[in-house]
């Protein structure tokens, strides 16, 4: 009887182990299904995608985190590439709510296509400055050095900002370059310098500062002819058209101008709008 009693009493266990589980899962199950909490639980956090030339990347990151430390539960996201490729992307339809051009013909396009939320304000410039690989192997002294057969010269494309600005330059020496590579943005130029597949390259004073010791820069009188000038807007459609403005004023004001500052961008010509 004793062996009787021990077998029923495990069973009645082994039942009431089972009913527990099945409750115990049906009341996961309830959760998962989507009751009010599961709803909060499930929400991301708000992302902010912020379309920027590549010069812009290093400051704008800090930004970023700058403004994410600011607004708990936003991401910001950055898609950083040659303007033109970013305007024509935002043209056919990518989903940008801030866009910084590193020139103006591109923004004009942007605005052309009736695609600017706000008038876009002009925030920073920069200037075009040789880069060489570190030693300057091909003793590279000025503009006029460029041309030589013997130099591997890399450009960014002529409808890339920098390049724009390497054509302004090149006409205002009066000398004629013959690039073995034109790249569609300056991060790329930089990197086949850096890399010592370039033997000079025609970048940004930003980018020569970033590179550290992996280049040096070479200063030139033209640049002067070819100052770049920065402006940023939000964009029409925008699923976050009040953070976007929110990011905009945070580029445009005290701290953004100190952080571009800080990277070696200069003040924008007019101040403003």
């Given at each position: 009887m004793s062996a009787v009693r021990r077998s029923r009493a495990a069973v009645a266990c082994l039942a009431a182990t089972a009913a527990l589980a099945l409750t115990l899962g049906a009341a996961g199950c309830s959760t998962v299904g989507g009751g009010p909490d599961a709803a909060e639980g499930d929400a991301g956090p708000t992302t902010l995608t912020v379309y920027a030339a590549a010069s812009l990347q290093e400051p704008f990151e800090?930004?970023?985190?700058?403004f994410e430390a600011d607004h708990e539960g936003v991401d910001v996201e950055f898609s950083f590439a040659g303007s033109s490729t970013l305007v024509g992307q935002i043209q056919q339809g990518a989903p940008a709510d801030v866009f910084a051009s590193a020139n103006t013909s591109n923004m004009d396009k942007l605005v052309d296509a009736d695609l600017q939320a706000a008038d876009p304000v002009e925030f920073t410039t920069n200037t075009l400055m040789i880069a060489v690989p570190a030693g300057n192997p091909a003793h590279v002294t000025d503009l006029a050095s460029l041309t030589g057969d013997e130099i591997n010269?890399?450009?960014c494309a002529p409808e890339v900002p920098c390049g724009a600005a390497a054509e302004a330059v090149e006409r205002a020496a009066g000398v004629d370059f013959s690039p073995v590579s034109e790249e569609q943005s300056v991060t790329d130029v930089l990197n086949k310098v850096s890399s010592g597949e370039a033997d000079a390259g025609l970048v940004?004073?930003?980018?020569?500062?970033?590179?550290?010791?992996?280049?040096?820069?070479?200063?030139?009188?033209?640049?002067?002819?070819?100052v770049n000038t920065y402006p940023i807007t939000t964009v029409k459609g925008s699923a976050q058209p009040e953070l976007g403005q929110e990011f905009v004023d945070l580029v445009t004001g005290e701290s953004g101008q100190q952080m571009l500052?800080?990277?070696?961008?200069?003040?924008?010509?007019?101040g403003g709008a």
């Open positions: 800090d930004l970023g985190e700058q010269l890399v450009v940004y004073v930003t980018d020569v500062k970033k590179a550290g010791d992996g280049v040096e820069g070479i200063a030139f009188p033209e640049s002067d002819s070819a500052g800080g990277y070696g961008f200069g003040e924008p010509d007019t």
